[in-house]
């Protein structure tokens, strides 16, 4: 008996769903990200109003002043789904474990020149109750925004400064003691060069409309108070006493060229669709920028003395110079 | 002219170096196998690690490709930037 081998090659009688194909033109074989975002959220078919909101479907697109024709625009340049975002997440939790692992192997922590100590214990402390408040609004874009692309990475960005917390709880544990956490909090409630910043965050909290908190949020503050905390504050500590701290802090640097790719891609998706979105991202950010100019003003005097001028000028240059691009000028 | 082509396993990845490919690569023909993709090119093909890292939406190493690579051919050619593949002689 003779037995042929051969190859039956069996083509699938389609490449993806018919709602993906009527998106990517045709039956074409769509990323898994495609595949995972697009008109994943319900629309139609929504029985009561929430009585919490009866103004608006429990998913609406008018509880926001910005208007899109189609929500599905707004892509994430990372194309993060869930896969996708745990697996980048985990490997850059491995880089910053094995930093902070270094960190306590090598007694750095402990030989750290204690003016430079102080330093970052009064500023990046505090700033885990900042990055608490992202969270939560973080949170608050992702339940009360429209459309998977755009309410799926505002969670990630909610978990991510949930990570920022945590990371800026481990640089004070290693650096200092439990207290430091305390009077950090103290700080936070009472001490005058915080209640700017604070005042901002606790206003942040209790905004209605979710894109304006995405432009109060995601890119007035935290595009000038990462560049001024993880660049400048970073590069003043190096300077003065090693890149202990630098390397404690690696997370938020990388994380925040990270993500804003996705953020200036969405203020210029939005902006690109309409004259009316535009001149409101318009109105929002001049608000939003000039408030976090002032409300971080006092904290970087805080860290730099007199060099906080011009930190907080280059700060502010960097968010200028993507919201150009991004074509809000 | 002679082809060059190269042969990946399918998956994730290597959907998008293919579709890459086909872009900077005008004259390309792609053959569907199972598990398996190949691509032509008469003569000179290019890999470009931009057009790459558009699509998969991350920053790509060039030799991050060898996981997907199944067999090639052509004098190659290789910097941070391009993979060339091209006959040379």
């Known amino acids: ?329 | 002219m002679s082809n060059v082509f190269i042969a990946f396993q399918k998956n994730e990845d290597s959907r998008a170096i293919v579709e890459a490919i086909c872009e900077d690569n005008p004259q390309a023909s792609v053959n569907e196998q199972p598990a398996m993709v190949r691509v032509d090119v008469p003569g000179r093909m290019v890999i470009k690690r931009s057009s790459i890292e558009e699509r998969l939406g991350r920053s790509f190493d060039l030799q991050e490709m060898q996981i997907h690579l199944i067999t090639l051919t052509g004098h190659i050619d290789e910097t941070d930037d391009e993979f060339v593949l091209e006959w040379r002689h």
């Open chain 1, 1 to 329: 008996m003779q037995i042929d081998l051969r190859t039956v090659s069996i083509t699938p009688l389609r490449q993806t769903f018919d709602h993906i194909a009527a998106r990517v033109g045709g039956d074409k074989a769509a990323s898994r990200y495609i595949e995972a975002t697009m008109d994943v959220q319900a629309n139609a078919n929504f029985h009561y109003r929430p009585t919490w909101d009866p103004e608006h479907e429990i998913f609406d697109p008018k509880r926001t002043a910005i208007t899109m024709a189609d929500w599905y625009a707004f892509k994430d340049p990372r194309q993060l789904y869930y896969g996708t975002y745990t697996q980048s997440r985990a490997r850059m939790q491995e880089v910053a474990e094995s930093d902070f692992d270094f960190v306590e192997t090598r007694g750095l922590a402990d030989g750290y020149d204690d003016g430079a100590r102080r330093i970052a214990l009064d500023f990046y402390l505090p700033l885990r109750h900042v990055a608490w408040g992202a969270n939560m609004n973080g949170a608050s874009m992702c339940a009360y925004g429209y459309g998977t692309a755009i309410t799926q990475p505002c969670l990630y960005q909610g978990m991510d400064q949930l990570g920022v917390a945590q990371y800026l709880t481990r640089l004070g544990l290693l650096l200092g003691q439990q207290g430091d956490l305390e009077a950090a909090k103290h700080a936070w409630l009472n001490a005058p060069a915080w209640q700017e910043l604070r005042r901002y965050v606790e206003d942040t909290l209790v905004l209605k409309d979710w894109f304006e908190l995405y432009v109060a949020q995601n890119v007035a503050l935290d595009g000038i108070l990462f560049p001024l905390a993880y660049k400048e504050v970073d590069a003043a500590l190096a300077a003065k006493a090693g890149p202990t701290v630098a390397m404690l802090t690696r997370f938020q640097a990388e994380w925040f060229d990270d993500s804003t790719k996705w953020v200036d891609a969405v203020m210029k998706i939005a902006a690109a669709d309409n004259a009316g979105n535009k001149a409101q991202l318009q109105q929002w950010l001049a608000h939003w920028r000039g408030r976090a100019m002032k409300a971080l003003e006092p904290i970087a005097r805080l860290a730099l003395a007199d060099a906080a001028g011009g930190a907080m000028d280059r700060a502010a240059k960097h968010l200028d110079t993507r919201m150009t691009k991004a074509g809000l000028a």
